[in-house]
């Protein structure tokens, strides 16, 4: 059974604070993807990746970094979290050139910031 | 600007009704089309997906969706509503470019089911 793991499920840190999101898949998937999730917004993309130590920006990359060492595993930084910052942060891989392009999704982290 | 809209952003039904949630998407070429569920607390799950061929695609849990190229539309529909079917529902939109696919998503659609 195919997993995008992420490391925590709740998550409350302080402004200021540097904060790490991991994620972690087990299909041996090229692609992989962070997304903010906000009620009212949907899915927006922050970053992806589409291989080892490749990354692209995604349509809200301000604020954030991304770390990607080795191919299961995509990491989120937060350099100084803000308030604005408080969200659902959902991790996905997909397979590159598969023709399905379908995107397994991790349980998602809520983060909040205070 | 490609775009996709999903204009409800709360449905409500009985149990036991029939459901269609409307998609609709503002692109240059005919994209790849997705409906995804999120049912509370869990990650996105892939219900049915459109690449070309025929309109009418079937997904799990009952769910088929219809596209259609005139209207730039891809609803998804349900002849009978149940109450587990409660979640979150997205219609991901976008291109394939160089092997990989980044859709862009939709707002949502919440689905509440009345007993």
């Known amino acids: 059974d195919v997993k995008v793991t992420q490391s925590s499920r709740y998550l409350v840190k302080r402004t200021g604070e540097k904060v790490f999101l991991e994620c972690v898949q087990d299909m041996d998937h090229e692609n992989m993807f962070w997304y903010r999730q906000d009620p009212g917004l949907g899915l927006r993309l922050i970053y992806f990746?589409?291989?080892?130590?490749?990354?692209e920006k995604g349509d809200i990359p301000e604020g954030y970094s991304v770390s990607r060492e080795k191919k299961e595993r995509f990491s989120l930084i937060l350099e100084s979290a803000s308030t604005n910052q408080t969200s659902m942060y959902l991790c996905?891989?997909?397979?590159?050139?598969?023709?399905?392009?379908?995107?397994?999704f991790g349980p998602g982290t809520r983060l909040t910031v205070t | 600007a490609q775009s996709v809209t999903q204009p409800d952003i709360h449905i409500t039904v009985s149990e036991g009704a029939s459901l269609e949630l409307r998609c609709n998407y503002s692109y240059g070429a005919t994209p790849y089309l997705f409906w995804y569920v999120q049912s509370p607390g869990q990650g996105l799950q892939l219900l049915l997906k459109y690449f070309s061929g025929d309109t009418l695609v079937q997904g799990i849990k009952g769910f088929e969706a219809e596209f259609k190229r005139s209207q730039s539309s891809f609803n998804l529909r349900k002849p009978s509503v149940h109450w587990s079917d409660a979640a979150e529902y997205f219609c991901a939109v976008g291109l394939v470019s160089g092997g990989s696919y980044i859709p862009t998503f939709g707002r949502g659609t919440s689905l509440i089911v009345h007993p």
């Open positions: 996905a891989s997909s397979q590159q050139g598969s023709r399905s392009y379908e995107q397994y």
């Open positions: 990746s589409y291989d080892v130590k490749m990354k």
